[in-house]
């Protein structure tokens, strides 16, 4: 990895990380707004490398938010702490940044991508989809990175295209369940009550129905409408590297629980705390004998830290995700739009069903998932909509994943479109529109089912 300059905005970006983990602990007051104030200076610093329309985006939901706060009379208390809530996502894509380096790096997890992408195609679909469904899973977008290539390096546009949806249909399912997840932990903050024991199981069956609903609409319309190409034989994964990539991902999730069992901290505190000292470990491990502690460390930490302004993108998405929820809900008589929205729709499946429309109608027109969850909570919380907090927890986290496939702006479609060349909203509008329909069908009538099963 070669050295690159680390910015002034990257130290800033682990200032915040820093007072998030301490905050966790322990809890010092006066330290939110300083915190706040340095998720300011970090997007001022980044503010002319975002791109137009995130920039756009972000404005006009900050300017409502900030218009709904000073109505409310208290414009500076919300204001602060509405940029500060963000601390806890931004600790998260600290700690996922640590594991994408160790991962491209890895041999075991490259034998991996081989034998994924050496799969003939009648079966190339399902690994795909399911092996970075496993992968993303843990890894997160790091997972992603693993088995992007194959589409980059893929000439027929056809199978380019066939190829990115097996990836971002395997990919993005997981938010239905992953705890490593971000759709995941949003959730899980913005309705308290939760635990992540109170949908992740759950949530599992979404995600295979999300993966097995795609394959089929591959299986029965897109494959079949091309010639079938030439069969290669497929490279066997060895006994050894099948157990070292297994032993990483274990050994990930092993750690991650003991942590949040010990310690009692949230799934963002206990990424913060392990990610960089474990990828640490693994990186150095990786390597020459003789080169590998402490200069791959270094290069690892110079590498992360070099990186962190590249997140200010996300950064701006879920500081004005939060102060347009918190704007809002101020503003919006909960009670009042409860008794409105329970007049309109006066049956439980109804509004579960309306749910998942709302969700995929805000992402067609590039409302982040993130803004929808924030706000529908602030304004609408269960109770108000007299559903239990498990039912619209499980339709929360498992429409996400699927929202984030149809919008041009989520971080899962621009990361493909760089990848594969194509347009982000090629991808999302005309691409994934098919099969996120009917996965949104299906997750509607699953979690229907399971209200009525499990009461």
């Not at 993108?313 to 909960?334: Q, R």
């Not at 729709?345 to 749910?355: R, S």
């Amino acid at each position: 990895m070669t050295q690159q300059r680390i910015t002034l905005s990257a130290w800033v970006y682990l200032a915040i990380a820093s007072l998030a983990l301490v905050d966790a602990f322990v809890h010092v007051p006066p330290l939110i707004p300083v915190t706040a104030g340095l998720i300011v200076l970090f997007v001022a610093l980044e503010f002319r490398n975002i791109p137009a329309a995130q920039k756009i985006a972000g404005i006009g939901l900050i300017a409502v938010g900030v218009l709904g706060a000073i109505s409310s009379g208290k414009g500076a208390e919300l204001l602060i702490d509405g940029i500060a809530r963000s601390r806890i996502f931004l600790l998260l894509f600290f700690a996922v940044s640590w594991l994408q380096f160790p991962v491209g790096q890895s041999p075991a997890l490259r034998a991996v991508r081989a034998t994924i992408v050496s799969q003939p195609p009648g079966r190339r679909f399902l690994f795909m989809a399911s092996g970075v469904h496993t992968l993303g899973s843990v890894l997160n977008l790091a997972g992603l990175s693993l088995l992007a290539s194959m589409v980059e390096n893929q000439k027929d546009p056809h199978l380019r295209r066939r190829m990115t949806m097996a990836l971002i249909n395997g990919f993005g399912s997981a938010s239905s369940w992953s705890p490593f997840f971000i759709g995941m932990i949003v959730v899980l903050v913005a309705i308290p009550s939760l635990k992540w024991t109170d949908i992740g199981p759950l949530g599992f069956i979404l995600a295979l129905a999300i993966v097995s609903t795609a394959w089929a609409y591959d299986r029965l319309v897109l494959r079949r409408s091309h010639p079938a190409e030439a069969p290669t034989p497929p490279v066997a994964l060895d006994k050894a590297d099948f157990w070292r990539a297994a032993g990483i991902l274990v050994s990930l999730i092993v750690l991650a629980v003991t942590i949040v069992e010990f310690t009692g901290t949230s799934i963002p505190v206990t990424l913060g705390l392990m990610g960089p000292p474990f990828a640490l470990v693994w990186y150095s491990m990786i390597g020459t004998r003789g080169t590998r502690f402490p200069h791959r460390a270094v290069d690892l930490s110079g590498g992360v830290m070099a990186h962190l302004p590249s997140l200010r993108n996300e950064v701006l998405v879920f500081v004005a995700a939060n102060i347009f929820g918190l704007g809002i809900a101020s503003i919006i008589p909960t009670g009042d739009l409860g008794h409105f929205v329970n007049a309109a729709l006066p049956w439980a499946d109804a509004k579960i069903a309306a749910i998942v429309l709302f969700f995929l109608g805000c992402s067609l027109i590039g409302l982040h998932p993130v803004i929808v969850v924030i706000s529908l909570t602030a304004v609408l919380p269960p109770e108000a909509l007299g559903l239990k907090d498990w039912v619209v927890g499980l339709t929360y986290a498992g429409i996400w994943g699927v929202s984030t496939m149809v919008s041009p702006f989520s971080g899962t479609t621009l990361f493909m479109a760089r990848v594969t060349g194509v347009p982000a909203h090629i991808i999302g509008w005309r691409w994934m529109l098919p099969t996120s329909l009917l996965s949104g069908g299906v997750i509607g009538a699953i979690v229907i089912a399971l209200r009525h099963g499990l009461g």
